[in-house]
């Protein structure tokens, strides 16, 4: 071993190559992005603009879109994203079909969801997904907004970010005319539900396949605070050969 490796574990620490390794879904994005020349990423369930800011601090300058849905955390994403000229943002949710719906709006922004926290939830997160307010918002979907996300982009090269609290497979559904130009994607799958109704990772590992997407990487969200089983993962793949078992 060498010796910068065992004096970074003298002090609780691992040193791992970020292009070998590829340690965290930032240097993993990294490679992907300038392997498939990604010019557009749709961030779907943006909350305050976590993700995008993520992205371009690690160097993707190309066009990004973000969607969030409740008012007072989209008024947070359109100030933070306000000086950016390239990261259009929308007040709306995404899904299946164009409707009206009302969404819960949780203690935590980061929870809020069309799914009702389940109780497993509430005792993983008590001060964070109590429902403090229900709102009425547009549901769109992306086949939809194609032409206006895409106007004046040359041969769109897309990644698809969804993060939406259980509502994944809808956003998807409602995005298959776009699938040709979908080249990549990364969605939130659930080990342990956290919302009722939820699908669980196989159910969306198998849906995404289905759809030509291959595994990249997989990277724990969370995890139960007494066991350290998985909850949740971020789930990231790519078109390419997917093997029939």
């Not at 993520?54 to 359109?78: C, D, M, Q």
């Not at 799958?189 to 997407?213: C, D, H, K, N, T």
Request: with cysteine.
């Amino acid at each position: 071993m060498k010796i910068h490796k065992e004096l970074a574990r003298l002090f609780g620490f691992e040193l791992l190559h970020i292009r070998k390794d590829q340690p965290t879904v930032a240097a993993h994005l990294r490679q992907l992005f300038r392997l498939l020349d990604i010019n557009c990423v749709i961030d779907v369930g943006a909350n305050i603009g976590q993700y995008g800011a993520l992205l371009r601090k690690n160097g993707y300058r190309g066009r990004l879109i973000s969607f969030e849905p409740v008012a007072a955390t989209f008024a947070e994403l359109a100030q933070n994203t306000k000086t950016d000229p390239a990261w259009r943002v929308y007040q709306c949710a995404l899904g299946a079909k164009s409707a009206e719906r009302e969404i819960q709006v949780t203690r935590s922004s980061v929870f809020s969801s069309f799914l009702e926290p389940n109780n497993y939830s509430k005792e993983q997160y008590p001060d964070s997904v109590p429902i403090v307010s229900l709102e009425l918002v547009q549901i769109r979907t992306l086949d939809e907004m194609r032409s206006e996300i895409l106007s004046g982009l040359q041969n769109p090269r897309i990644f698809l970010k969804m993060d939406t609290q259980g509502y994944d497979l809808e956003v998807f559904a409602g995005a298959i005319g776009l699938l040709p130009r979908i080249e990549a994607l990364q969605t939130e799958i659930s080990v342990q539900p956290i919302y009722a109704g939820m699908p669980r990772y196989l159910q969306s590992l198998a849906r995404f396949q289905e759809a030509g997407y291959a595994l990249t990487g997989l990277y724990p969200v969370s995890r139960d605070r007494s066991s350290l089983a998985l909850i949740e993962l971020d789930c990231i793949m790519r078109k390419g050969p997917v093997t029939d078992q």
